[in-house]
């Protein structure tokens, strides 16, 4: 598989992200599954060789089902490969409701690694990516309010710095199959991202820290946010307070090849995303 062309891949998602679209872009097959349709995932798994699960969180039944359902069935297509993203610091972040289902898909992913062929688990750190989510109230008060402590260290990555790491992983062969922990370069604090946002937009922003129930409400109505992705965010923003995502590696950086983009880097890139109206 490693060292050949990018194809007879599938990533199993529920609702696409930079890492699907980047999948997609590089040539693989992409797949909307949900979590109650065992037979239609074992079938999209049975045409290709190499499985991608991106964890269904928008799924009405990421909570209420069985998303174990994305692993098991690679077992039974009888895939070689099989890739599961996942966060770090899982059994850490375990307590919290929106992240016990990927708990679960971990646990079901070891019993199931040693009959794959090619088995990796690639964790993330948190995506900087949400800030984006969060733009319209940035562009209207120059303000950027979340639930995380403002003085909690992090060290986000780019979502799709995470997933050019991942196509690395899968197609070059001097990278072995195995666990993958993605960082960004720096560890970061709220204040430090509203002054980078400042100087972006040339606009002064502040860090405002609000309840996390406004934080998931703000999702569910303004940006359309599905309810389980948005509590999984709001779980994201209380792991950043409690210090969970504030461990950086290098591993991003091997499987790019470069240091991977910067907060304040990824600002400047997307500035006219928050300027103000």
């Not at 928008?58 to 359902?69: E, L, R, Y």
């Amino acid at each position: 598989m490693k060292g050949g062309p990018f194809h007879k891949v599938v990533a199993g998602f529920y609702k696409e992200n930079n890492l699907v679209h980047l999948l997609k872009q590089q040539g693989a097959d992409v797949a909307c599954l949900s979590i109650d349709d065992c037979s239609g995932i074992v079938s999209e798994y049975k045409k290709v060789d190499v499985v991608v699960v991106v964890p269904p969180i928008s799924d009405d039944k990421w909570c209420t089902g069985d998303p174990c359902v994305y692993i098991h069935a690679a077992e039974m297509a009888k895939v070689k490969g099989l890739v599961l993203c996942s966060k770090i610091n899982i059994k850490e972040l375990g307590n919290m409701a929106s992240v016990k289902p990927l708990c679960k898909m971990e646990d079901a992913f070891e019993k199931v690694k040693s009959k794959i062929e090619v088995a990796s688990l690639v964790r993330c750190s948190v995506h900087i990516n949400i800030i984006w989510l969060f733009r319209r109230q940035i562009a209207v008060d120059s303000q950027i309010s979340l639930s995380a402590d403002k003085n909690a260290r992090f060290v986000p990555l780019v979502e799709a710095d995470g997933a050019l790491g991942l196509c690395n992983m899968l197609v070059d062969p001097k990278f072995p199959p195995g666990t993958y922990e993605l960082t960004g370069p720096e560890a970061v604090d709220f204040n430090g991202v509203a002054h980078s946002m400042s100087r972006a937009i040339d606009t002064d922003v502040s860090y405002n820290q609000i309840d996390r129930n406004a934080v998931v409400e703000y999702l569910k109505t303004k940006s359309h946010v599905p309810h389980n992705a948005a509590e999984f965010i709001g779980d994201m923003l209380d792991a950043v307070s409690n210090g969970l995502f504030d461990k950086k590696t290098d591993d991003l950086c091997k499987l790019i090849g470069k240091a991977p983009m910067s907060v304040k880097d990824y600002m400047h890139k997307n500035a006219d995303e928050f300027k103000p109206e």
